[in-house]
């Protein structure tokens, strides 16, 4: 699994029919450690509901075709997780709504 922040959303008007209906959400990966993007983009599934600015993890290659959202579609990457807190070594460096 790998941490990245939703940045923005794609939409596509034309696509493969067995894709239809699911949302496309623009990631950038982080560093856990400070959580500043790494400049390092993607465009990953939604598999639960993330939205604009949540740090979320994902999942790429053929793992990304195992939630119920992606199963026996085309896919290389899918959000999987909404991250709630991130602690290092036992300090917070992350907290949902915070």
Do not use: C, H, W
């Not at 959580?35 to 993890?57: C, H, P, R, T």
């Not at 709630?84 to 036992?90: A, C, M, Q, V, W």
Request: charged content about 25%.
């Amino acid at each position: 699994m790998i941490l990245a922040k939703v940045v923005g959303t794609v939409v596509s008007t034309r696509k493969e029919p067995k894709i239809e209906g699911i949302k496309f959400l623009l990631l950038e990966k982080i560093d856990p450690t400070n959580l500043q993007g790494k400049g390092d983009y993607l465009v990953a599934m939604d598999s639960v509901g993330a939205g604009l600015g949540e740090i979320v993890f994902y999942v790429a290659g053929s793992s990304s075709r195992m939630t119920s959202t992606t199963e026996g579609k085309p896919s290389d990457a899918t959000i999987i997780s909404i991250v709630d807190s991130i602690d290092i070594y036992g300090k917070n460096i992350y907290k949902k709504d915070r």
